[in-house]
């Protein structure tokens, strides 16, 4: 069995239950790409965890009164 260029092979564990989900949802040649589909999601909730860590320490915590106001504008 081949790999695509610049992919490579690993073996992970999981619950069966999460398997099972996978397999009901693409089936078992969909696995690998539904698997790293998620991983790469992922890392870029990760990514803006980071930034939002980052962002918090220069600026300070977020004033969750202005957010509200934001908020209100922009569903009026």
């Given at each position: 069995m081949s790999t695509q260029a610049g992919a490579e092979k690993h073996s992970v564990t999981m619950p069966a239950e999460t398997s099972e989900g996978v397999r009901s949802r693409v089936g078992a040649r969909g696995f690998s790409a539904y698997v790293a589909?998620?991983?790469?999601?992922?890392?870029?909730?990760?990514?803006?965890?980071?930034?939002?860590?980052?962002?918090?320490?220069?600026?300070?915590?977020?004033?969750?009164?202005?957010?509200?106001?934001?908020?209100?504008r922009l569903t009026a």
């Open positions: 589909d998620a991983v790469a999601r992922q890392l870029e909730r990760d990514a803006l965890d980071d930034l939002l860590a980052e962002m918090t320490a220069e600026h300070g915590p977020v004033d969750e009164a202005e957010v509200a106001a934001i908020m209100s």
